[in-house]
């Protein structure tokens, strides 16, 4: 998403970013970015919060015109849970998990050397 | 108290290592950002709404190409099982959480923003950067400038 940013921004089209991967777009660069620090699928602000959600976007609306030069960065002040668990169990790999991700990677690359000698693999 | 962010490329690096895979994936890095100021207010603009969810249930095996749907008329619900996020801490039953069409409108209706663009967009996510910079990020750039939007708000899952 970063990069159609940068591509509509370049061409004279405006852009702001709502999201919560802050390494993954500060290590990219973008114009204008509105940072809520939640678990990646909400990006607009906790499911069934209008209030927030209204709020978050009000930001990245405002963010076109208080932004002076790119790579602005506003971060929202919501905090999803006291319990901040999640952060460690994004993509965790405990003991038991080892040969379920060595087995799923296996199957990954068998279905890819299929898909490439049926000549479907996509364009990379 | 600030809780540490996630450093999201370093755990996708270590899932993808325990799955075998033996080259990391490289993010796209750039020294220089672009900036373009906006040519009018806000209150004035239109705004083309940009999505990484689908519009169908895609599968992982499926193609994924940039589509668009109507604003006037927005679905009950996006699609994003195919996609990296964070589904044992959330989930997308609510669209207005991670596709604002509702929280749009009542912004427009509040003299905040112009209006919203006929069209949104969603963009494929795709591991391919130079797919993306040729192919897909020039079609949205063309869809946006057919439906005649001044900006754009970007939402990846």
Known sequence: MSLVARHLEEAGIPTVILGSALDIVEHCGVPRFVFTDFPLGNPCGRPYDADMQRAVVATGLGLFESASGPRTVVQTPYRWSADEGWRDRYMEIRPEDVARLAAMGAERRAFRQEMREQGRVRAE | ?157
């Open chain 2, 1 to 157: 108290m600030t809780a540490q962010h996630v450093p999201y490329m370093d755990r996708t690096r270590r899932y993808y290592a325990a799955q075998g895979f033996e080259k990391a994936y490289a993010w796209a890095h750039f020294e220089d950002t672009p900036f373009t100021p906006p040519g009018k207010p806000v209150a004035e603009s239109k705004l083309a709404l940009i999505t990484t969810a689908a519009l169908y249930d895609r599968q992982a095996t499926d193609p994924r190409l940039v589509a668009s749907g109507d604003t006037a008329e927005p679905p009950e619900r996006l699609f994003g099982n195919d996609l990296s996020w964070d589904k044992r801490a959330t989930h997308l039953d609510d669209l207005n959480s991670y596709f604002p069409i509702d929280r749009l409108s009542e912004l427009v209706s509040e003299g905040l923003l112009g209006r919203v663009a006929p069209r949104f967009h969603c963009v494929p996510t795709e591991y391919s950067q130079r797919r993306t910079m040729t192919k897909d990020a020039p079609e949205i750039l063309a869809r946006c400038r057919e439906d005649g939007a001044d900006i754009a708000l970007l939402v990846p899952l």
